[in-house]
Every structure is written in C-alpha cells, then in structure tokens.
Nanobody, 129 residues
Framework: QVQLVESGGGSVQAGGSLRLSCAASGYTYSSYCMGWVRQAPGKEREGVAAVYTGGGSTYYADSVKGRFTISLDNAKNTLYLQMNSLKPEDTAMYYC??????????????????????WGQGTQVTVSS
C-alpha cells in the first residue's frame, strides 16, 4: 500500500516562497507518476506538477510554470515542490499523489486529469496579498 505524508505548508505573503515535502513509502519507486495536486474552496482540483519516478521530464500546469519546481530525492523517497513568487491565487490545500505508471509518457495525462490513485492527507498553503 502506497503511503504519502506531506509537510511544509503554511502562510506566506505574496512574492514569498515555500517548499512542500512528501515522504513516500510502500511501493516500487521506479514505476510511479508522482505529483502535486491542489484544491481551493469552491474550485476543482488542479494538477500542479508531476514527474515519473523512473526518470524523465517534469510537467507543470501553465499557472505555475516558471515559479514552481518539482523534484525527487530517490535516496530519501521524498518528493518536493519548491514554490517561489507565490500569489494569492496559489492559496489551496496541496496534496501529494501517486499513480502506477508504465512510463514517463503517461505523466502529462495523469497531471492534466489529476486522476491519481494514492493521496496524502494534504497540507494547506495560504498566500496573503
């Protein structure tokens, strides 16, 4: 059973930075699409960034390109999301998520649909203007 535990959320002023972490366990690390999904009150969930654990490109929603960076530390089984130049519209609950994938080619599809099988409990990010 895949287990995902997020940390690192909080409150920050616009223009600030935060780094989210996701400790992962219970799966074969090289065969999953892993990503970050956010959901603000009253809005649909949005895939923010994703990566294939076996290596390959990273993918981002247009709304965060150039500001957010997703990365993996295979030695620590940890996924990160570095968020810079934060905006009030980035305020949301952020979830770490994972989906069994056959290859990196599948990452964009999973990101765009935000259709992951495994989810963390979420961490709140609040950006004030």
């Amino acid at each position: 059973q895949v287990q995902l535990v997020e940390s690192g959320g909080g409150s920050v002023q616009a223009g600030g930075s935060l780094r989210l972490s996701c400790a992962a366990s219970g799966y074969t690390y090289s065969s999953y699409c892993m990503g970050w999904v956010r959901q603000a009150p009253g809005k649909e969930r949005e895939g923010v960034a994703a990566v294939y654990t076996g290596g390959g490109s990273t993918y981002y929603a247009d709304s965060v390109k150039g500001r957010f960076t997703i990365s993996l530390d295979n030695a620590k089984n940890t996924l990160y999301l570095q968020m810079n130049s934060l905006k009030p519209e980035d305020t949301a609950m952020y979830y770490c998520a994972a989906e069994s994938c056959g290859g990196s080619w599948y990452v964009p599809f999973v990101l765009n649909s935000a259709d992951f099988t495994f989810w963390g409990q979420g961490t709140q990010v609040t950006v004030s203007s």
